[in-house]
């Protein structure tokens, strides 16, 4: 599809004037939403890509990163700002699903849709920390190749912190991708923290408000991060609105798909 025929499809764009926000993964930053962010704004949206603590060009060393919520604070710090009037629609990738998760908790009567973009999506009943548990669970050690990650010494083991290795992004995350972005992913990633303890804590979301609003799940059929049965799995236990899928997108759909995921979001748009 040329850049002509984006401009011509989706008219619903044109119609509803929201405000994205978008919000990267593990390891990564606002960068790798660069695709989207033109496609959106070609259709008079405002968006907004944050980089989260000790990603992307956020000053903050992952070692002054104490907690979950130091990690997320620019994202909350950003929407507190926001007009009392202003509702936003939260678009969370891959790990950012969690911290979309505990704004929507946090801000529900500024969120007016919130889109997981094949991330970690939890319900209202048990920690957050189960997805991650689980996500380790169903994924062989092997599989993960190259990444770098650091693990608690004493039972039950949780991974501490994390660094994808060149093998795996090009294997397992970024090979449906242009090798451009490739490279970019090897120049920009930086180490990252799982904060599984903080993710623990009981009645961290409630259905009054993370469950009030309302969500839709983007499914990547060749994403090998993660896979369908896992996927699945989520979404059986924290029913959405809506599910959408993309074929032949890998784990990094904005990069690898960005006009389709884009479609997507401008329909999210003229919806809610």
């Not at 926000?21 to 070609?42: E, T």
């Not at 990603?55 to 060393?61: A, E, F, H, L, V």
């Not at 710090?77 to 009392?84: A, D, G, R, T, V």
């Not at 884009?262 to 809610?272: D, E, F, P, Q």
């Amino acid at each position: 599809m040329s850049c002509e025929d984006f401009r011509e499809s989706n008219d619903t764009g044109m119609k509803n004037k929201k405000h994205f926000v978008l919000v990267h993964g593990a390891c990564h930053g606002a960068w790798c939403w660069y695709k989207i962010l033109p496609l959106l704004k070609l259709k008079g949206h405002h968006v907004t890509a944050l980089d989260l603590g000790a990603s992307g060009i956020n000053p903050k060393q992952l070692s002054e990163l104490k907690s979950f919520s130091d990690y997320v604070q620019p994202l909350m710090e950003f929407i507190s700002s926001l007009p009392q009037d202003e509702s936003i629609i939260l678009v969370g990738h891959s790990y950012g699903g969690l911290g979309l998760a505990l704004a929507m908790e946090k801000f529900p009567e500024k969120i007016s849709a919130a889109v997981f973009v094949t991330a970690y999506m939890p319900n209202f009943i048990d920690p957050p920390v189960t997805l991650v548990e689980e996500f380790f669970r169903r994924t062989p050690p092997e599989s993960l190749l190259d990444c770098e990650i650091t693990v608690q010494e004493e039972p039950p083991n949780l991974p501490i912190s994390a660094t994808f290795g060149p093998l795996y992004l090009e294997t397992t995350m970024y090979q449906n991708s242009q090798s451009e972005d490739l490279e970019l992913a090897k120049v920009l990633l930086r180490p990252f923290k799982f904060f599984m303890e903080d993710l623990a804590e009981q009645s961290l979301l409630t259905e009054a408000k993370y469950g009030s609003v309302q969500r839709v799940f983007v499914v990547c059929k060749e994403d090998e991060v993660m896979k369908q049965d896992f996927v699945q799995w989520m979404i059986d236990n924290s029913p959405t609105e809506q599910v959408k899928l993309i074929d032949g997108a890998d784990h990094m759909v904005m990069l690898s798909k960005p006009k389709d995921l884009c479609k997507i979001l401008l329909k999210v748009a003229h919806n809610y």
